[in-house]
Structure formats: structure tokens, C-alpha cells
């Protein structure tokens, strides 16, 4: 596909650890209900679901936060649950109640009958919707794919929506780990397929959130978590040379597997704000770009505390390419959008002064 050049490659230069003239940032749900022109959108959409399924009001709310703030990167407005629902596990959003499946994985027979959707038939709606806004960005910022990781899509297929303390999938891991394992293989094979998908759509980077990783202990993660988002990184082509699709694996309460992470040959490691961004880079050794890491909480504070907090931040991961900066998890819908501006504007301006 031909799409117009790209203006602004910091991101992308920041991912492949090149030098950058300031420090590229992007926002975790920078698309949402902290946006009342977000708000407006999806009223006119009737549901969160119809606005994620019609690509032009995607390709709507994706471009708003660009229109507002000076940030480096769009993100596809979607949802990661839009992998197990083409599996045929019938998403619905329940008023107030948040993701919820009609069918949940609960037995050996339903892993049985899950297969890897087909990506033209049943995600169509999504790769559309990547290529509108690829062509909609004019080259404006690289636009970022994603994906759920297989933990973290299974752990809301086996609980059936959001689950406080996981039982369901714990106790499937503890009790029949083969189980899924298996679920987990064939979810691994659907995110590698839709990753390619995307990134053959026009996505010029792709993140896999591995939102729960972090509920598991340390041998569990290993072994149902961490293991196929290695996977990911080995199996799916992303290109070799300086056209190469940087992908990043962000992960909540990953701070102890900063190590592993850098070693699946990934390009970048996403941290939440419970490890220091120095410490993490000492650790990883300069393998992989970093992205992260601000407390989101940071963004109700007043906007001296936010600058001086970004400016930590910044001093934190020091001098030298290889930081894409980014809250440690997502914008909540009561946070002020003026905030965010002040967030945005005080990244650019401190590290281009720095570096
Ligand atoms: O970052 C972006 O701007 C891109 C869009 C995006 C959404 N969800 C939009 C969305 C992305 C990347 C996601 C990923 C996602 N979805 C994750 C992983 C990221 C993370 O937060 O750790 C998870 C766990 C989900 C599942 C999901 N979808 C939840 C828990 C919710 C929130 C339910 C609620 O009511 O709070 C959703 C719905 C959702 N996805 C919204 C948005 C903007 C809110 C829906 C609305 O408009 O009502």
C-alpha cells in the first residue's frame, strides 16, 4: 500500500534507539471518555462496540487527541477483546459493568472449538479501519497497532468479563495447566495473525498490553505469560531493515521480568511507575527502547507538580536515545484533558533542552 511520507518519525527513531530531538510521548487510551469530543462520537455511535466496528468513527476518535495535543503517535482506537470475539465468544459490554462474554471458556471441549478467526472475514472491520486512518494521518505521526497478550485475553475468556482476584484462571492454570496451555497456544496463533494483519494494513508499530501478567507469581508468569509473548516476538515478521515494524511488549506489574522481556528480541519493553525508568534501562542494558512511566494518578495533580514529575521522569531515564515516554497505564475518563496538554507539551520541551 501507498501511503504519504512520514513528517514526524520520532517515535519510530526512539523505538529503533536512534538519536531524537526531543523525546516522542503518546498516551495509553488517548482516545477516550476524558475527551468529550470522544464522548460526542460515541453518542452518535449508540455503543462503545458499534464505534469500534464502524472504521470511519474509529478513524474519527483516533485522530482527535492528535488534533488537540502535539503527540508523537495515533493509536487504533479498538479493543483487545475484538481477538476473542471473532473466536466466537460473543463480547457485550454490560451498562456500568465493563467487558462481559456470552460464551467463556470453561472446559477442555470449549478450548476444543476454538480455532484462529479469519482475518479478512471476521476482523475485516479492524484492518479497515487501520488502513482509513493510515491514509487519514497523511503521514502526520506513525499509527500503533495492537493486540491483548495471550494471558491477559485468556484471563478475561476464562473468567467470562473482569474478574477481581482471577480464580477461574488460576485455578484452571494450578488444576489442568495442559488446558491452557492449549488455549493459550491457539491465542497466540490468532494475536501473531492479527498483529501481521494489521501491520500489512499500514500499522507502523505494534504493542501487545499484558494488562494481568502482573497477578501472576513469578513461576506462573513464566510459564503462561511470559512464554508466548516470547513467542510473539520470535514468530511474527516485522521486517529486518530501517522500514522494520518496532514492536513493544508493556506489561502492568512487569518490573521483575525486565531482563526476560529484553531477551524475547523484542524492540521495546513498556513499564508501568512502579520501577525507576534508570534502573530499568541499567537492566536491560541498552537491547530495547523503553516506554513509560508515569504514574497516571500524576495527571490530577496541579500543573507545576505534572511538569516537575515529567521532568523527573525524564532525569530518570537520562541522557541518550532509546525512551518513548508514556503513563505507566492508561488515562482514566475523569482526568482533565488541559492536563494532558500540560503533560505533552512539558515532555517535548524539557528533553529537547536535555538531549
Ligand atoms: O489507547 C487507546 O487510545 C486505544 C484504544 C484502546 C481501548 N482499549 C479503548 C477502550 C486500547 C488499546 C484498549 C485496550 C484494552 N481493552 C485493554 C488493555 C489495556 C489496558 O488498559 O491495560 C483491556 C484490558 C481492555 C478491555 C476493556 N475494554 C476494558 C477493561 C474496558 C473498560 C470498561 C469500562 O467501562 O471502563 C474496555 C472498553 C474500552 N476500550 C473503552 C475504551 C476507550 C471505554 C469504552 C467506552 O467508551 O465506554
Same mark, same amino acid.
Given at each position: 500500500?501507498?501511503?504519504?511520507?512520514?513528517?514526524?518519525?520520532?517515535?519510530?527513531?526512539?523505538?529503533?534507539?536512534?538519536?531524537?530531538?526531543?523525546?516522542?510521548?503518546?498516551?495509553?487510551?488517548?482516545? *477516550?471518555?476524558?475527551?468529550?469530543?470522544?464522548?460526542?462520537?460515541?453518542?452518535?455511535?449508540?455503543?462503545?462496540?458499534?464505534?469500534?466496528? !464502524?472504521?470511519?468513527?474509529?478513524?474519527?476518535?483516533?485522530?482527535?487527541?492528535?488534533?488537540?495535543?502535539?503527540?508523537?503517535?495515533? /493509536?487504533?482506537?479498538?479493543? /483487545? %477483546?475484538?481477538?476473542?470475539?471473532?473466536?466466537? %465468544?460473543?463480547?457485550?459490554?454490560?451498562?456500568?459493568?465493563?467487558?462481559?462474554?456470552?460464551?467463556?471458556?470453561?472446559?477442555?471441549?470449549?478450548?476444543?472449538? %476454538?480455532?484462529?478467526?479469519?482475518?479478512? &472475514?471476521?476482523?475485516?472491520?479492524?484492518?479497515?479501519?487501520?488502513?482509513?486512518?493510515?491514509?487519514?494521518?497523511?503521514?502526520? @505521526?506513525?499509527?500503533?497497532?495492537?493486540?491483548?497478550?495471550?494471558?491477559?485475553?485468556?484471563?478475561?475468556?476464562?473468567?467470562?468479563?473482569? &474478574?477481581?482476584?482471577?480464580?477461574?484462571?488460576?485455578?484452571?492454570?494450578?488444576? &489442568?495447566?495442559?488446558?491452557?496451555?492449549? %488455549?493459550?497456544?491457539?491465542?497466540?496463533?490468532?494475536? /501473531?495473525?492479527?498483529?501481521?494483519?494489521?501491520?500489512?494494513?499500514?500499522?507502523?508499530?505494534?504493542? @501487545?498490553?499484558? !494488562?494481568?501478567?502482573?497477578?501472576?507469581?513469578?513461576?506462573?508468569?513464566?510459564?503462561?505469560?511470559?512464554?508466548?509473548?516470547?513467542?510473539?516476538?520470535?514468530?511474527?515478521?516485522? *521486517?529486518?531493515?530501517?522500514? +522494520? =515494524?518496532?514492536?513493544?511488549?508493556?506489561?502492568?506489574?512487569?518490573?521483575?521480568?525486565?531482563?526476560?522481556?529484553?531477551? !524475547?528480541?523484542?524492540?521495546? @519493553?513498556?513499564?508501568?511507575?512502579?520501577?525507576?525508568?534508570?534502573?530499568?534501562?541499567?537492566?536491560?542494558?541498552?537491547? @530495547?527502547?523503553?516506554?513509560?512511566?508515569?504514574?497516571?494518578? =500524576?495527571?490530577?495533580?496541579?500543573?507545576? !507538580?505534572?511538569?516537575?514529575?515529567?521532568?523527573? =521522569?525524564?532525569?530518570?531515564?537520562?541522557?541518550?536515545?532509546?525512551?518513548?515516554? +508514556?503513563?505507566?497505564?492508561?488515562?482514566?475518563?475523569?482526568? +482533565?484533558?488541559?492536563?494532558?496538554?500540560?503533560?505533552?507539551?512539558?515532555?517535548?520541551?524539557?528533553?529537547?533542552?536535555?538531549?
Amino acid at each position: 500500500m501507498n501511503f504519504a511520507p512520514l513528517k514526524n518519525d520520532r517515535f519510530l527513531r526512539a523505538l529503533r534507539r536512534q538519536p531524537v530531538d526531543a523525546t516522542p510521548v503518546w498516551i495509553m487510551r488517548q482516545a *477516550g471518555r476524558y475527551l468529550p469530543e470522544y464522548r460526542a462520537t460515541r453518542a452518535r455511535a449508540g455503543s462503545f462496540l458499534a464505534l469500534a466496528k !464502524t472504521p470511519e468513527l474509529a478513524c474519527e476518535v483516533t485522530l482527535q487527541p492528535l488534533d488537540r495535543f502535539d503527540l508523537d503517535a495515533a /493509536i487504533l482506537f479498538s479493543d /483487545i %477483546l475484538t481477538v476473542p470475539d471473532a473466536m466466537g %465468544l460473543g463480547l457485550y459490554f454490560a451498562d456500568g459493568e465493563g467487558p462481559k462474554f456470552e460464551r467463556p471458556i470453561r472446559s477442555e471441549a470449549d478450548v476444543n472449538r %476454538l480455532a484462529v478467526p479469519d482475518m479478512a &472475514s471476521e476482523l475485516g472491520y479492524v484492518m479497515d479501519a487501520v488502513t482509513l486512518i493510515r491514509r487519514e494521518l497523511q503521514g502526520r @505521526v506513525p499509527l500503533i497497532g495492537f493486540s491483548g497478550s495471550p494471558w491477559t485475553l485468556a484471563c478475561y475468556m476464562v473468567e467470562g468479563g473482569g &474478574s477481581e482476584n482471577f480464580s477461574r484462571i488460576k485455578a484452571m492454570a494450578l488444576n &489442568s495447566p495442559q488446558v491452557l496451555h492449549k %488455549l493459550l497456544a491457539v491465542t497466540t496463533d490468532a494475536v /501473531i495473525a492479527y498483529l501481521a494483519a494489521q501491520r500489512a494494513a499500514g500499522a507502523q508499530a505494534l504493542q @501487545v498490553f499484558d !494488562t494481568w501478567g502482573g497477578v501472576l507469581s513469578p513461576r506462573l508468569y513464566r510459564e503462561f505469560s511470559l512464554h508466548y509473548m516470547a513467542r510473539i516476538a520470535a514468530e511474527l515478521d516485522r *521486517g529486518t531493515d530501517e522500514q +522494520n =515494524t518496532p514492536l513493544i511488549l508493556f506489561g502492568k506489574g512487569n518490573a521483575a521480568y525486565l531482563e526476560a522481556l529484553a531477551a !524475547t528480541g523484542t524492540e521495546a @519493553v513498556g513499564v508501568d511507575w512502579l520501577v525507576d525508568l534508570g534502573e530499568a534501562r541499567a537492566r536491560t542494558r541498552g537491547c @530495547v527502547a523503553l516506554q513509560g512511566n508515569l504514574d497516571p494518578v =500524576t495527571l490530577y495533580a496541579e500543573p507545576e !507538580t505534572i511538569r516537575t514529575e515529567v521532568a523527573a =521522569t525524564l532525569d530518570s531515564y537520562g541522557h541518550g536515545p532509546g525512551h518513548v515516554f +508514556n503513563l505507566g497505564h492508561g488515562v482514566s475518563p475523569d482526568m +482533565n484533558p488541559d492536563h494532558v496538554r500540560v503533560l505533552v507539551d512539558a515532555v517535548h520541551e524539557y528533553s529537547s533542552n536535555k538531549i
